[in-house]
């Protein structure tokens, strides 16, 4: 769930990835997927102006394009890397902290993020926009955890798979087309695939990913109630906030239980600014440069950038069967998008 700045982010999500909270304001142009990032016109700042944005003013047709084009694409390539890479240095923390002190500390770094980039005015909100608000704040906290504890049990690549299944059920659940019923029934499949019974199997640790799995479509559901009813990222900064404020006891047992060492907190902070600050601000680049369709269809890999991350830096191989599996689940995600229209 790494924050992201905008709706069109959620939207792209429910056909793509994230733990990340987006912000959402409401009823924007889904043509253009720019519209609603925060800073451009719905966010604590003023909008651009096109003739003082050097991203708005007309330039050369035939360079300019490619290379906003290129860059989008490169910032995309290493969100995701960042994104898989902080979940991974995380895992480092996990024996001494535990997944549940690791996440109160991504949190707390979530929460200064997007708590400066969204300055809630708090005292204006009204018990109407609170409660979606703290609905999010639980949601973002529960999914993190749930997706952390996965990680711990069954590895980072299966982990983020499953969890990746929330935004394709909200992407598939909304289309009466023939072709999103068929991803659906590959996605299927490869979850009982995934799931099969063996001496081995993790049943906790899968039931956490799935769980991860429904807290991230829920959010993606949330955000689109608090976009309509808090303006800009306010209220996502709110519950990004109220989310940390609820793992502070948290933090304060763990750290009383068993006193963290100097490198177990370099290893949870590090994670919370690969996983929320840097997918951020990346997020509000890309988005400038690239169409959301072509932002979710990047997003929806993210399953085989986090099974590669746990190969290559945390040697946990995969047979090829869970390898078939993700692929299939990424390939009903992308197929869905390739085939729709608009």
């Known amino acids: 769930m790494r924050p992201a700045p905008a709706s069109r982010i959620a939207a792209a999500r429910s056909t793509g990835t994230a733990h990340r909270i987006p912000s959402t304001p409401a009823d924007s142009d889904p043509g253009s997927g720019l519209d609603s990032v925060p800073g451009l016109d719905s966010g604590p700042g003023p909008s651009p102006d096109p003739a003082s944005d050097p991203d708005q003013q007309p330039t050369d047709p035939g360079h300019q394009p490619t290379a906003r084009r290129f860059a989008g694409v490169a910032t995309m390539i290493g969100s995701g890397l960042s994104n898989q890479t902080g979940a991974a240095i995380g895992s480092h923390a996990f024996p001494v902290l535990g997944p549940i002190g690791v996440v109160a500390v991504r949190q707390y770094v979530a929460a200064i993020v997007l708590l400066a980039v969204g300055r809630p005015r708090l005292r204006s909100f009204t018990w109407w926009q609170w409660r979606p608000v703290v ?42 087309r023939r072709a999103d019923a068929c991803c659906a029934l590959v996605a299927a499949a490869a979850v009982v695939t995934l799931m099969r019974p063996r001496p081995s199997a993790d049943y906790l640790g899968m039931g956490l990913g799935l769980l991860a799995a429904v807290c991230w479509a829920s959010y993606i559901l949330l955000n689109r109630t608090v976009g ?30 068993q006193p963290p060492t ?41 399953p085989v950038l986090a099974a590669m991350v ?17 692929g299939a689940i990424v390939a009903a995600n992308t197929l869905s998008i390739l085939t729709r229209r608009g």
């Open 310 to 326: 746990g190969w290559v830096g945390l040697g946990q191989n995969l047979g090829w069967t869970e390898w078939t599996s993700i």
């Open 135 to 176: 609905a999010l704040a639980v949601v973002f906290g529960t999914m993190n955890l749930s997706l952390y504890t996965a990680i711990d049990r069954i590895g980072l690549g299966l982990a983020v798979t499953l969890e990746f299944l929330g935004p394709l059920c909200i992407a598939l659940a909304a289309s009466r």
């Open 262 to 302: 100097a490198r177990a907190v370099a290893y949870a902070v590090t994670a919370g600014v690969l996983s929320s600050a840097v997918p951020y601000l990346a997020d509000l680049f890309t988005l400038r440069r690239v169409p959301a369709q072509a932002f979710g269809l990047f997003m929806s890999v993210n």
């Open 228 to 257: 309509r009813r808090v303006p800009g990222a306010q209220g996502s900064a709110a519950a990004a906030g109220l989310s940390a404020l609820m793992f502070l006891p948290v933090g304060i047992a763990v750290a009383v239980h």
